[in-house]
C-alpha cells in the first residue's frame, strides 16, 4: 500500500459516522474541498521520491539558469543595450525616491518592482542600492540580470508543466529543454529587460489552459486568468495566452452537454478574467490609480511600434519574412519546421489541441509582422507554444517510427530527436555565453584612450556608449570637465539637420540614438576641425545603418568617406575572430552576436585622429 493509499484510509477510518437514518447527508462545502485539496497535496508530497523524470527537469533547469548566467557581466561597468539602460533597472531604483508610481508606462511595471523588491532585499534600502549604483554599478546589473535570468528559467520549469498536461511529461520536457537552449531566450536572459521575464507567467498560463482543456477545474481557471493578468503586466504582448485560453473554454462548454454544464464553464471563465484583472492591478496598479499616465503609455508604445517613419537600417521590408526568418535562428530550422509540422498533424489526429494551440502564434505573427518595425525579441511571448507544438511533433514522430522498427530503435530515434530538435539552439546559445564573458570592444577602446588620449581633449563619440562611458571616479572627484567627463563631448544629441535632411534653426532638436545617422553630413568636419575636436569614435552600429540604406542617409555615406580621407586611424577594436568576415549590420545580429564570426561583444570600433585645421598638430 503506498503512502497515498495508507493516508487515505487512515482517513476514512476517521471520518464521522453516517448521519442517523432520514437525514440526508451534509454537502460539502468550500471549506470541505479546500481541506480535501490540502490533505491531497499533503499526501502526494509525503508520497513523492525522486525519479528519473524529476532528476532531468531538476538537471535542464540547472543547466539552463547556468547558460543563462554565463557572462552576464558582460560590458561591465557600462550597460551598453541601449533599452536595459534606459527602462527597468533605473525605474526599479527611482521607485526609492517616488513611491510605487513608475510614472512611466510604456513598458509595464511588474519587472520593474520585482527588481525593486530584490535591490530592497539585497542591498538594503534606497541609501546602499543608490551608493553602490553610483560609486560601482557592476553589481546592480549583475543583479538585475540574474533575476532576470532565474525567472526564465523559472518560465521553463511551468512550461514543463504545461507541455506535461497538455500532452505528457515526454513532451513538457522536451519542449522545455529546447526553450533551455534556444538562441533568443538564452541571449535575452542576460539582460535586465522584461522579455525573458514575461514567459514565467505566460507558462504559468498555459499549465492553467492545458488543464481547462482537459478538465475544466475550477483551479484551472484560477491559474490560467492569474497567469494572463501577471503576463499582460511583465508585457503587454505576453496578453496573447488569452487566446488558448478561450479557446478550451469553448471546448468545455461544447463538451459540458447541456445548457447548465455550460453556464458552469461561462462562469469559471469569468472567474479566469477576474483572476486576470487582479493579476494586472496587482502587478500594475497605477494602470488604474493613475490612468491617464497608463494610457498615454500604451499610446506611445503604440506609435513606437508603427511608426510610420521606420527605423534606418532595417534589412527586411516585410514584417512576417522577417519573423519567419528570426524564427530561424533564435528558435531554430528544426524547431519552426516541426512546429508548423505539428499543427497539421494536430488538426488530423486531435482538433481540439490544434485549435487551442496553433491560432495564437499565427495571430500574433500575423498582427506583429504588420507594425512598421521589428525585432527578433519580440517574438518571445509566442516561444512557449511553438516549443510544445515542435516538441509533440519529434515525440508523434519517434513513436510512429518505432512501432515500425521496434522498440530496441526507439531510444536512437529519441536521441536523434533530440539533437535535432536542440542542436542549433544549443551550439549557438554555448557561443554566446563564450562571447559574452570576454572584454567588450567598447571598453577596450575606452582603455586605450585612457591611456592615449589626455582628459579634457575634445572628442567625437557616435552614440555607441552610455554617458557614464566618458567619466570615472577621478575625473568627478577631479571635476576634469565640470560634468564629471573625462574628456569634453561634441553634443551629438542635438543638431540643426532634420530627419528629411532640411535645416532647423537654432538651438535644433534633440537627436534619438536611432536617428543620429540622419544629421550627418561632411561639412561637421570642419566644424570639428575648427572647434578642435580631434579625435572621432566611430563604431559600426551606427554607420552600419548607413551602408545598410545608403539611399536614405546620402549624408552620412558622404561624411564617413570625408572623415577617412581628412584623418588618420589611431586604433581599431574588433569583435570578429581572425579571418572571419564582419557582420553586415542587423538591428538583431548586430547586438545579439549570433553568427560565428564573433569573438567577443561589441561594435567593430574605429577611432580617427583629424589632421587639418586646429587639429594639425603634432602630440595630443
Not at 551598453?80 to 510605487?100: C, M, Q, S, T, V
Not at 534600502?125 to 543583479?143: H, K, L
Not at 542587423?586 to 567577443?600: I, M, T
Amino acid at each position: 500500500m503506498s503512502a497515498v493509499d495508507h493516508l487515505t484510509h487512515r482517513d476514512r477510518d476517521r471520518a464521522p459516522a453516517s448521519p442517523p437514518p432520514g437525514v440526508p447527508p451534509r454537502r460539502p462545502g468550500p471549506r470541505d474541498r479546500a481541506r480535501d485539496a490540502l490533505r491531497d497535496t499533503v499526501a502526494r508530497a509525503r508520497a513523492w521520491r525522486p525519479t528519473r523524470w524529476s532528476a532531468a527537469i531538476v538537471a535542464l533547469l540547472l543547466g539552463s539558469f547556468l547558460v543563462r548566467i554565463w557572462g552576464v557581466d558582460h560590458g561591465m561597468p557600462y550597460a551598453y543595450n541601449a533599452d536595459e539602460n534606459a527602462h527597468f533597472l533605473p525605474k526599479a531604483i527611482g521607485l526609492f525616491g517616488h513611491g510605487w508610481n513608475p510614472h512611466y508606462f510604456v513598458n509595464p511595471p511588474a519587472y520593474t518592482y520585482v527588481l525593486h523588491i530584490v535591490f530592497a532585499g539585497w542591498f538594503g534600502g534606497r541609501e546602499a542600492v543608490a551608493s553602490q549604483f553610483a560609486s560601482d554599478p557592476t553589481e546592480v546589473w549583475v543583479v538585475a540580470r540574474v533575476t532576470a535570468a532565474a525567472l526564465g528559467t523559472l518560465g521553463i520549469w511551468l512550461l514543463y508543466l504545461a507541455g506535461k498536461r497538455f500532452f505528457d511529461r515526454r513532451v513538457g520536457l522536451l519542449a522545455a529543454g529546447l526553450m533551455a537552449v534556444a538562441f533568443l531566450p538564452v541571449f535575452y536572459s542576460h539582460l535586465a529587460l522584461n522579455d525573458v521575464p514575461t514567459l514565467a507567467p505566460i507558462c504559468l498560463s498555459l499549465w492553467g489552459t492545458a488543464g481547462i482543456l482537459h478538465r475544466g477545474w475550477t483551479r484551472d481557471y484560477v491559474v490560467a486568468g492569474l497567469g494572463l493578468g501577471l503576463a499582460c503586466a511583465t508585457k503587454y504582448t505576453g496578453g496573447i495566452v488569452l487566446l488558448p485560453l478561450l479557446a478550451a473554454t469553448v471546448f468545455q462548454m461544447l463538451q459540458a452537454g447541456t445548457t447548465e454544464g455550460a453556464l458552469v464553464h461561462l462562469r469559471r471563465v469569468l472567474l479566469a478574467g477576474v483572476m486576470a484583472t487582479i493579476g494586472f492591478v496587482a502587478a500594475n496598479p497605477y494602470a488604474v490609480l493613475a490612468f491617464d499616465e497608463f494610457r498615454d503609455g500604451l499610446e506611445h508604445q503604440t506609435t513606437v511600434s508603427g511608426d510610420s517613419f521606420g527605423k534606418l537600417g532595417l534589412t527586411h521590408d516585410n514584417g512576417i519574412e522577417y519573423y519567419l526568418w528570426a524564427f530561424t535562428w533564435g528558435l531554430g530550422w528544426v524547431p519552426i519546421l516541426a512546429a508548423a509540422i505539428a499543427i497539421g498533424v494536430l488538426l488530423a489526429v486531435d482538433r481540439r489541441m490544434a485549435v487551442v494551440l496553433a491560432p495564437a502564434p499565427l495571430i500574433f505573427l500575423y498582427f506583429m509582422g504588420g507594425q512598421e518595425r521589428f525585432f527578433g525579441r519580440w517574438l518571445l511571448p509566442i516561444f512557449p507554444i511553438a516549443c510544445i507544438l515542435a516538441a509533440f511533433v519529434v515525440i508523434w514522430a519517434v513513436d510512429r517510427l518505432a512501432r515500425r522498427t521496434g522498440p530496441t530503435w526507439k531510444p536512437a530515434l529519441m536521441s536523434l530527436g533530440v539533437v535535432l530538435l536542440c542542436g542549433q539552439g544549443l551550439l549557438y546559445s554555448l557561443h554566446s555565453g563564450l562571447v559574452l564573458s570576454r572584454d567588450d570592444t567598447r571598453n577596450l577602446t575606452r582603455a586605450w584612450m585612457v591611456e592615449n588620449v589626455a582628459p579634457r581633449s575634445k572628442i567625437v563619440v557616435e552614440p555607441i556608449v552610455p554617458d557614464a562611458w566618458a567619466q570615472d571616479a577621478e575625473s568627478i572627484m577631479r571635476q576634469t570637465t565640470g560634468n564629471g567627463n573625462r574628456w569634453i563631448k561634441f553634443p551629438t544629441s542635438r543638431s540643426n539637420i532634420a530627419n528629411d535632411g532640411s535645416f532647423i534653426p537654432d538651438p535644433g532638436r534633440i537627436v534619438n540614438i536611432e536617428d543620429y545617422e540622419r544629421t550627418l553630413a561632411p561639412e561637421l568636419i570642419d566644424r570639428y576641425e575648427e572647434d578642435q575636436y580631434c579625435y572621432v569614435v566611430s563604431g559600426s552600429t551606427q554607420r552600419g545603418r548607413a551602408e545598410a540604406e545608403p539611399e536614405q542617409v546620402p549624408g552620412a555615406i558622404a561624411y564617413y568617406k570625408e572623415l577617412e580621407k581628412r584623418s588618420i586611424l589611431v586604433r581599431e577594436d574588433s569583435p570578429y575572430r581572425e579571418g572571419a568576415d564582419p557582420v553586415d549590420f542587423n538591428f538583431d545580429w548586430s547586438f545579439q552576436y549570433y553568427p560565428l564570426a564573433y569573438h567577443r561583444p561589441g561594435p567593430l570600433i574605429r577611432v580617427y585622429r583629424l589632421t587639418g585645421g586646429r587639429c594639425a598638430f603634432k602630440g595630443r
